[in-house]
């Protein structure tokens, strides 16, 4: 779908500018209305790409942009601060969308079609600018991956390459983003109909009431959706919730495989909390999208009804129905939070086939009270369309831990040979020593892997919440976060 050129001189040897057919660019617009990403809140997988540009290309901006009717919308800016979109000016990202290929401005004053433009020309003054076209399976154009520097350089076949590539990741997260949203609009659809079917046999008046109220609950459920579909494939962070300290640490197995365990913390409403920690079955680019979609869904339907089971089943018709998940499966806890008079929280925790959290307190003896949260019988997520999934609820009490976990962590072998097991990791738990919060929960059983031979043999998801002591309990939350992404040299770094 190339554009087509104007006249210009072919003894020049410079780059005609292209202009734009009318037909090719109404059915362009019409893609970029479809994927209804457009003055979307910022979202860190597409600033994580950004970010990533400007240091594989080593300059001081680079951008993620989708090209509107009469402007250029910035969907991720890193190194253009307070740059939400510019006008659709030809030279930069105006003609880069109207290639097939990546554009290359090696020196933009050079450029008769780039010299004019307001980034060149102003104060900003771009010498060099490269770009990647964002093309849709269909062939359509929605925008550009950019990387623009003060000064004029050059660049290989192999960085044309590499930004393509960037541009490629761009869509295959819009092409989730859009995929999940639809699935939730289905599921939502659905609800709906069972609603109206319910209304018709109550009396007029009632229906009418409840019609009213329903219509106003979907509009809000809709806006949820919307504003939960911007979450990554993990928090950049745990938030700060009053009266509790969080912590998590992440780690996958190889540099080479995208792992499938997932978490979150998140608020529900004013006062009401939702956590959750799960993992998909196998690795790799297929299992990541399931993981992607599995915590889109969790925060979304969390928003209509938080009850935990409620929540499970809503993911399982996910991924029974959803295309991309095709046949993967995972298992999952999803617990809800409410605070207590006392400074304590009821927790309430469903399963779906995820090995046991554990509740621990401190004890007389000076040892550690642990018990098993294990709701009989949750079912695998994703595996079963009449999965049924169980959940249990206890008090969370000043100086009590929650410890969440993926099987990483009891698969893991010790220096014996054996695996940790259940009974390995209730016995670690019941022999700790010191304070009972989140931070030494999490860090001590990094510690314990960190000790093991095949520390690098799965991912590793751990979770852990706790309520400080009355004497020592902050006015504000406490959360610590650790990612580490790679093999065991790399261990334990944050």
């Given at each position: 779908?190339?554009?087509?050129?104007?006249?210009?001189?072919?003894?020049?040897?410079?780059?005609?500018?292209?202009?734009?057919?009318?037909?090719?660019?109404?059915?362009?617009?019409?893609?970029?209305?479809?994927?209804?990403i457009?003055?979307?809140?910022?979202?860190?997988?597409?600033?994580?790409?950004?970010?990533?540009?400007?240091?594989?290309?080593?300059?001081?901006?680079a951008?993620?942009?989708?090209?509107?009717?009469?402007?250029?919308?910035?969907?991720?800016?890193?190194?253009?601060?307070?740059?939400?979109?510019?006008?659709?000016?030809?030279?930069?990202?105006?003609?880069?969308?109207?290639?097939?290929?990546?554009?290359?401005?090696?020196?933009?004053?050079?450029?008769?079609?780039?010299?004019?433009?307001?980034?060149?020309?102003?104060?900003?003054?771009?010498?060099?600018?490269?770009?990647?076209?964002?093309?849709?399976?269909d062939?359509?154009?929605?925008?550009?991956?950019?990387?623009?520097?003060?000064?004029?350089?050059?660049?290989?076949?192999?960085?044309?390459?590499?930004?393509a590539?960037?541009?490629?990741?761009?869509?295959?997260?819009?092409?989730?983003?859009?995929?999940?949203?639809?699935?939730?609009?289905?599921?939502?659809?659905?609800?709906?109909?069972?609603?109206?079917?319910?209304?018709?046999?109550?009396?007029?008046?009632?229906?009418?009431?409840?019609?009213?109220?329903?219509?106003?609950?979907?509009k809000?459920?809709?806006a949820?959706?919307?504003?939960?579909?911007?979450?990554?494939?993990?928090?950049?962070?745990?938030?700060?919730?009053?009266?509790?300290?969080?912590?998590?640490?992440?780690?996958?197995?190889?540099?080479?495989?995208?792992?499938?365990?997932?978490?979150?913390?998140?608020?529900?409403?004013?006062?009401?909390?939702?956590?959750?920690?799960?993992?998909?079955?196998?690795?790799?680019?297929?299992?990541?999208?399931?993981?992607?979609?599995?915590?889109?869904?969790?925060?979304?339907?969390?928003?209509?009804?938080p009850?935990?089971?409620?929540?499970?089943?809503?993911?399982?018709?996910?991924?029974?129905?959803?295309?991309?998940?095709?046949?993967?499966?995972?298992?999952?806890?999803?617990?809800?939070?409410?605070?207590?008079?006392?400074?304590?929280?009821s927790?309430?925790?469903?399963?779906?086939?995820?090995?046991?959290?554990?509740?621990?307190?401190?004890?007389?003896?000076?040892?550690?009270?642990?018990?098993?949260?294990?709701p009989?019988?949750?079912?695998?997520?994703?595996?079963?369309?009449?999965?049924?999934?169980?959940?249990?609820?206890?008090?969370l009490?000043?100086?009590?831990?929650?410890?969440?976990?993926?099987?990483?962590?009891?698969?893991?072998?010790?220096?014996?040979?054996?695996?940790?097991?259940?009974?390995?990791?209730?016995?670690?738990?019941?022999?700790?020593?010191?304070?009972?919060?989140?931070?030494?929960?999490?860090?001590?059983?990094?510690t314990?892997?960190?000790?093991?031979?095949?520390?690098?043999?799965?991912?590793?998801?751990?979770?852990?919440?706790?309520?400080?002591?009355?004497?020592?309990?902050?006015?504000?939350?406490?959360?610590?976060?650790?990612?580490?992404?790679?093999?065991?040299?790399?261990?334990?770094?944050?």
């Amino acid at each position: 779908m190339t554009q087509q050129a104007s006249a210009t001189d072919p003894a020049s040897g410079r780059r005609p500018e292209l202009v734009p057919d009318p037909d090719v660019e109404a059915a362009r617009i019409e893609a970029v209305r479809r994927y209804d990403i457009l003055d979307t809140p910022p979202d860190g997988a597409f600033d994580r790409v950004a970010a990533m540009a400007a240091r594989l290309f080593d300059v001081p901006v680079a951008t993620v942009t989708i090209v509107d009717t009469d402007r250029i919308w910035f969907k991720a800016a890193h190194g253009l601060e307070g740059v939400k979109e510019i006008g659709r000016d030809p030279g930069l990202c105006g003609s880069a969308i109207l290639r097939d290929d990546a554009l290359v401005i090696p020196d933009t004053l050079r450029d008769p079609v780039a010299a004019d433009n307001p980034l060149v020309a102003g104060e900003m003054g771009v010498r060099f600018y490269a770009a990647a076209p964002i093309i849709t399976p269909d062939g359509h154009r929605l925008g550009t991956v950019n990387v623009l520097d003060t000064k004029p350089r050059s660049i290989t076949e192999d960085d044309t390459a590499t930004l393509a590539d960037l541009a490629a990741i761009v869509l295959d997260e819009m092409e989730l983003r859009l995929s999940a949203l639809r699935a939730l609009r289905n599921e939502q659809q659905r609800r709906e109909a069972e609603s109206r079917q319910a209304e018709m046999e109550r009396a007029r008046a009632e229906a009418e009431r409840a019609a009213r109220e329903q219509a106003e609950k979907d509009k809000t459920a809709i806006a949820a959706f919307a504003s939960t579909l911007q979450r990554t494939l993990l928090p950049p962070a745990l938030p700060v919730v009053p009266g509790l300290e969080l912590a998590c640490h992440y780690r996958t197995a190889s540099v080479h495989d995208v792992g499938g365990d997932f978490y979150d913390v998140f608020p529900v409403d004013g006062s009401r909390w939702a956590f959750f920690l799960g993992d998909v079955c196998g690795k790799g680019p297929e299992a990541a999208t399931v993981t992607a979609l599995a915590r889109h869904t969790l925060r979304a339907a969390a928003q209509i009804d938080p009850d935990p089971v409620t929540v499970l089943s809503t993911l399982n018709t996910v991924l029974l129905t959803d295309v991309t998940a095709g046949s993967r499966f995972c298992t999952a806890l999803f617990g809800l939070l409410v605070p207590g008079e006392d400074g304590g929280f009821s927790v309430t925790v469903a399963t779906g086939g995820h090995p046991p959290a554990y509740h621990v307190r401190p004890d007389d003896s000076g040892e550690v009270w642990v018990k098993a949260v294990r709701p009989k019988g949750g079912m695998l997520v994703g595996a079963f369309p009449q999965a049924h999934f169980a959940e249990s609820t206890f008090c969370l009490a000043p100086g009590e831990g929650l410890f969440l976990y993926t099987d990483g962590l009891t698969e893991a072998r010790t220096t014996q040979g054996t695996m940790l097991g259940e009974d390995g990791l209730t016995g670690f738990l019941h022999q700790r020593t010191g304070p009972l919060t989140a931070t030494t929960l999490v860090e001590d059983t990094v510690t314990l892997l960190a000790s093991m031979p095949d520390q690098a043999g799965d991912d590793v998801a751990l979770l852990a919440l706790s309520v400080p002591d009355a004497e020592t309990a902050p006015d504000t939350g406490i959360a610590a976060t650790a990612h580490t992404t790679a093999a065991p040299e790399h261990f334990g770094q944050e």
